[in-house]
């Protein structure tokens, strides 16, 4: 009885292997469906990263216009938090300069 039990398994196991190997037209075709599945996880990737851009433009011009009415009401706040405002403002409004490439 248990020599039957070990003898099934054995041929399970071995079925099972022969249903794991794969010919080359499979491999082939798994191959092409990967490379389809990255291609558009890509450019799903792309369409997030320039969401994620126009979002943080938003974001950035939105704390512009507050800090600007902050300015408008300079007299309900404190001269520190003021000048701070003030210096975020001109470095959000100042465009950094490139430096020249240097050619060897």
């Known amino acids: 009885m248990e020599k039957?039990?070990?003898?099934?398994?054995?041929?399970?196991?071995?079925q099972e292997v022969k249903k794991e190997k794969l010919t080359y037209d499979e491999l082939?075709?798994?191959?092409?469906?990967?490379?389809?599945?990255?291609?558009?996880?890509?450019?799903?990737l792309?369409?997030?990263?320039?969401?994620?851009?126009e979002a943080n433009l938003t974001n950035a011009f939105r704390r512009l216009d507050y800090l600007f009415e902050i300015l408008?009401?300079?007299?309900?706040?404190?001269?520190?938090f003021i000048a701070q405002c003030v210096n975020e403002i001109t470095t959000i409004m100042t465009i950094p300069e490139q430096e020249p490439e240097k050619e060897d």
């Not at 082939?28 to 799903?44: D, G, I, K, M, P």
């Not at 792309?46 to 851009?53: D, G, H, I, M, P």
């Not at 408008?72 to 520190?80: L, M, P, V």
């Open 4 to 14: 039957k039990k070990v003898e099934e398994k054995k041929n399970v196991e071995k």
């Open 46 to 53: 792309q369409v997030a990263n320039q969401k994620l851009e």
């Open 28 to 44: 082939n075709n798994v191959c092409h469906q990967l490379s389809e599945q990255a291609r558009n996880l890509y450019q799903q």
């Open 72 to 80: 408008d009401k300079y007299k309900f706040f404190a001269e520190d």
